[in-house]
């Protein structure tokens, strides 16, 4: 934690109060102008897109990969080793692969974009590329099983004996799943959102290659601070408050979290003292 977290984070922080120098590097002088250019209204925009695709990718992945948990939780042994290989296989790929391989198969020349054309459904070729929704399609596809995989872990350790007793006292399908169901297996959720959104904010591979010049995110302005323009400080800048974002966003979920598990606490007790007499 020290040597690959804590050490680095602080040589981010202090660059992030220093001086870019006439010709690119690092020069020792203490300013907080590039926190105050950070908070200009071109790089707020930028920093909203990104947080809001990044919450539309963790939700996306969530009503995805909530039913897809069910069924390996609940499918018999021999089909859940399947159904696990088949989530684990595209991991083997590399992450550029997997990528590149989504902008040809929705690409203005891909399989689906032909076989729409050939039976008339569309009569030009689909104009995914480049755009925010590719990009969003290529987070789902690249970040879903990293919101499978603890949900059904969750999911798995579920009695589901609790959702016949449900049915025999007269809870409707929805019910029983909204409050039973979901309140049992919330913490594979948040594990499932923090492992989904916390790298989707930060993401700048697939809006690079999915996105193109049109598509400015927040990972993609850091990485051109540094790699670009040769703007350390500034790019530090960026990614401590990205940090600072994330933190904060993580200790408001783990608090509502915690409070919520604290008031089910309270009221097993009372339903337990009110059972005693």
Request: glycine share 6%; charged share 15%; hydrophobic share 55%.
């Amino acid at each position: 934690m020290l040597l690959f977290l804590f050490i680095p984070i602080s040589i981010v922080c202090t660059y992030s109060l220093l001086t870019k120098g006439v010709y690119g590097g690092i020069v020792s002088t203490f300013t907080l102008d590039n926190f105050h250019r950070a908070f200009d209204l071109l790089y707020i925009q930028i920093f909203w897109q990104s947080l809001v695709l990044a919450a539309l990718t963790a939700i996306s992945c969530l009503l995805m990969g909530y039913p897809v948990a069910y069924v390996m939780a609940t499918a018999s042994s021999r089909k859940r080793v399947v159904l696990m290989m088949l989530l684990i296989v595209p991991f083997w790929t590399n992450f550029v692969v997997r990528t590149y391989a989504l902008k040809v198969f929705l690409g203005e020349e891909g399989p689906i974009s032909a076989i729409l054309l050939s039976l008339g459904w569309i009569s030009q070729p689909l104009q995914f590329s480049n755009s925010y929704l590719m990009v969003w399609l290529g987070m789902i596809t690249n970040y879903l099983p990293y919101m499978v995989l603890p949900l059904y872990v969750s999911v798995e350790k579920f009695d589901f004996s609790l959702l016949e007793a449900g049915r025999d006292l007269g809870a409707s399908a929805w019910n029983n799943f909204w409050k039973v169901l979901v309140p049992l297996t919330r913490p594979g959720i948040i594990t499932g959102l923090i492992l989904v959104f916390t790298p989707a904010l930060g993401e700048f591979l697939i809006p690079d290659l999915l996105g193109g010049a049109k598509t400015m995110l927040l990972g993609n302005l850091i990485t051109e601070q540094f790699l670009k323009m040769r703007d350390w400080p500034f790019g530090s800048a960026l990614s401590a408050l990205l940090m600072l974002v994330v933190t904060i966003s993580l200790i408001v979920v783990l608090r509502i979290w915690m409070g919520e598990e604290e008031k089910s606490r309270k009221r097993k007790i009372v339903v337990t003292a009110e059972a005693l007499g």
